[in-house]
């Protein structure tokens, strides 16, 4: 193998592997220096020659002159006799400077050079790998289905490198094949076993609000703030957004006309429903903001608790609580206040709080009435059956028993 060959060869690798030529020269001259030491003993008097980019390697060793008898160091002297025949011209004490062939290193110093150069560019490229994406943390990226796991997916990026998309980063309802085209979030970059794994993210928050920047150009441009998503993947979210020029509308330019900006968004995140709701420094104001599309209609709040007592309208205490609790658990998370959920007690005579029944009825019992909402006795009767045994955890004959001692007070 000549010198051409060889360089030319690791010329390619470069190409292919961005590695810029300055690193690239460092790597072969630090590869070639070790042979050199091997080979000799010390480089010190060696100059390397390389052109990575015409694919030129010249080793140059330089030694002095020294009588035949005197010779003590052969790496860094050469008899005088030997000089001669290089050039007769030579005499004690010139400096020789001669040319060595890496032919003449043999074989196996040839392959272990090889073998060497490889692994430092792989290291190289593994550190590239690494950094690149470590300064790309929190960045959307697009890659393809490359191979489909049951608890991840290996996704290939437009360089073909190696990105894990986790079961537990995946919308519940993404169905991947490969080939597929996926987008997602960088959340995290680390090292493992000297090898750079790059985590993706379609339920963090962060993929949301980079959509959001995508698609919202006031967003993008700084003029609407995005100040806290908080989401349920596949399920819910509830953004809260700002802006500081009183001529912007943020929630109307983030939804857009009948819905066209953020309908891109929902699309992507597989039909997630996204309440855009305007940012206020007044708590009790982004509270009832935060509980939409439920109507409040007061609100005690215990500032050193950070806890907030609703009250609603019996129609509204649904809306606001969600389907599953979800939409009373996103807007406890946006505000930051733990929210309590309660019916607005109307006027009426005939009307007995729960605990009156406590003789009839366990204490646990009336406890799981209350999570509702539901403090008074009309206040369950007028739920239906259907939707009392779907928002508590009872049996429906503990129910049915609840319902006929509440009846029969009225009767």
């Given amino acids: 193998m000549d ?38 003993g010390s480089d010190e008097n060696f100059d390397i020659i390389i052109n990575v980019d015409k694919g030129d390697l010249e080793i140059w060793r330089n030694r002095v002159v020294v009588e035949d008898a005197d010779l003590e160091d052969p790496a860094k002297e050469i008899r005088l006799s030997d000089a001669k025949k290089i050039d007769e011209d030579y005499e004690v004490g010139e400096d020789v400077t001669d040319e060595v062939k890496l032919a003449d290193f043999g074989r ?50 437009d360089e073909g490198n190696e990105l894990l998309l986790p079961k537990s980063e995946q919308i519940p309802s993404d169905f991947f094949r490969k080939g597929d085209s996926v987008r997602a979030v960088v959340v995290k970059v680390e090292m493992r076993n000297n090898t750079p794994i790059i985590i993706l993210s379609r339920t963090s928050p962060v993929f949301l609000e980079r959509l959001f920047e995508l698609e919202i150009p006031e967003i993008f441009d700084g003029l609407i703030t995005i100040r806290k998503i908080v989401r349920m993947p596949g399920e819910r979210a509830k953004v809260a957004v700002e802006s500081y020029d009183e001529r912007i509308d943020p929630v109307g330019a983030c939804v857009g006309m009948k819905g066209s900006r953020i309908h891109g968004i929902v699309r992507e995140l597989r039909n997630e429903n996204i309440d855009v709701v305007n940012f206020s420094p007044n708590t009790q104001l982004f509270i009832r903001r935060a509980l939409s599309p439920a109507k409040i209609s007061s609100i005690r709040i215990n500032e050193s608790l950070r806890k907030a007592d609703v009250y609603l309208k019996p129609n509204e205490v649904s809306l606001a609580i969600g389907k599953g609790g979800l939409n009373i658990k996103l807007a406890s998370q946006l505000t930051g206040y733990e929210i309590d959920v309660y019916r607005e007690i109307e006027e009426d005579d005939e009307d007995v709080n729960l605990e009156e029944f406590a003789d009839e009825i366990e204490s646990w019992i009336i406890d799981e009435f209350k999570n509702i909402g539901c403090d008074t006795a009309k206040s369950v009767l007028n739920m239906s059956r259907e939707d009392l045994i779907k928002r508590t955890d009872l049996e429906e004959e503990t129910i049915d028993e609840v319902i006929r001692i509440l009846r029969s007070e009225f009767d």
């Fill in 3 to 40: 010198n051409m060959n060889l360089i030319e060869t690791f010329s390619e690798f470069k190409e292919l592997k961005n590695i810029d030529r300055a690193t690239m020269m460092s790597v072969l001259e630090d590869v070639f220096r070790n042979v050199l030491v091997r080979q000799f």
């Fill in 108 to 157: 196996r110093a040839i392959l272990n050079l090889r073998q060497n150069l490889a692994g430092k560019i792989m290291e190289l490229e593994k550190d590239h790998i690494y950094g690149k994406y470590k300064k790309r943390i929190g960045d959307i990226v697009t890659g393809e289905v490359y191979q489909v796991w049951k608890k991840e997916i290996l996704v290939l990026d």
